[in-house]
């Protein structure tokens, strides 16, 4: 471990916030990536929001789903939708978008492509939402 830098002590201070009260993750990635003691640590309300399609190794089961079976059950909310991919929760492309992307690198323009039966727009109206019920019962005066 000293080899790789992790044997530092800083690296294993709490990073504890008290302005952070909550927080929200749209499909998120590499999150295995944290300790299951770190996650159980984590007492704040969560939204996890995972994407049912999968492209590449970006499983919602394995990355948002990590996430979730680690944070208190009592707090967390865990959505799945299913016709979304990972790029769904970004901005909507141009309508020349493909184009552009495909000519700087193959297959480039899969930022721009949604899983499913509906637009890109009809899921961030899903995504804002949830996002807003979440807020709302999280943070009801």
């Not at 998120?28 to 999968?54: Q, Y």
């Not at 995504?127 to 709302?136: A, K, M, P």
Request: glycine letters at 8%; hydrophobic letters at 40%; one cysteine or more.
């Amino acid at each position: 471990m000293s080899e790789l830098g992790l044997a530092n002590p800083e690296l294993n201070k709490s990073m504890l916030d008290p302005r952070i009260k909550a927080f929200i993750s749209l499909d998120a990635g590499l999150t295995r990536g944290f300790t299951v003691d770190s996650l159980e640590k984590i007492k704040i309300p969560a939204l996890i929001i995972g994407a049912g399609i999968d492209i590449d190794d970006t499983d919602a089961k394995l990355e948002s789903g990590y996430v979730q079976e680690f944070l208190p059950k009592s707090s967390s909310t865990y959505i799945i939708i299913p016709d979304a991919m990972h790029f769904s929760f970004i901005q909507i492309c141009k309508s020349n978008a493909l184009d552009i992307l495909n000519q700087e690198k193959q297959d480039e323009s899969i930022i721009c492509k949604d899983g499913g039966y509906r637009a890109r727009g009809e899921i961030h109206r899903e995504v804002t939402d949830l996002i807003i019920g979440f807020l709302s019962k999280t943070f009801k005066k």
